[in-house]
């Protein structure tokens, strides 16, 4: 019988075993990524003072009227382009990036690419 390989467990192995490496601070905070189906969310975390800093998504109602229509990665591009603006508002300028064990390619990229073009330096 061929057992059918569990990609989430893999993802969430990856995500362990980097977030014992890497972590947020007050003046590094740590922007973290999680990709559902058909969303993308993104948030900048201190994790020394367990506090969301900034966060974003594409259920927000602002973003959700700007990616009405789009594909997905143009919406993760437009989601982490406003994250970036949100977090230099309120003087984050630069982070440390986690994917959550998520491939580097796609929406992940994407955001992330967003982010640096909103400002964001990782």
């Not at 061929?2 to 993802?11: E, F, P």
């Not at 969430?12 to 969310?41: C, D, F, M, Q, W």
Request: net charge positive; proline share 1%.
């Amino acid at each position: 019988m061929i057992k059918k390989l569990d990609k989430n467990n893999d993802r969430i192995a990856r995500h362990l075993r980097v977030r014992e490496k890497i972590s947020g601070t007050t003046s590094v905070p740590r922007l973290n990524v999680y990709r559902s189906a058909s969303n993308i969310y993104a948030q900048i975390v201190d994790d020394l003072n367990a506090h969301t800093l900034v966060s974003s998504n594409t259920l927000q109602k602002e973003i959700a009227e700007l990616v009405s229509g789009k594909t997905n990665c143009e919406a993760a591009f437009i989601t982490g382009k406003i994250l970036a603006e949100k977090a230099i508002k309120n003087g984050i300028k630069k982070v440390v990036f986690d994917r959550s064990g998520y491939i580097y390619t796609g929406r992940v990229k994407n955001l992330a690419e967003g982010a640096r073009e909103g400002g964001l330096e990782f």
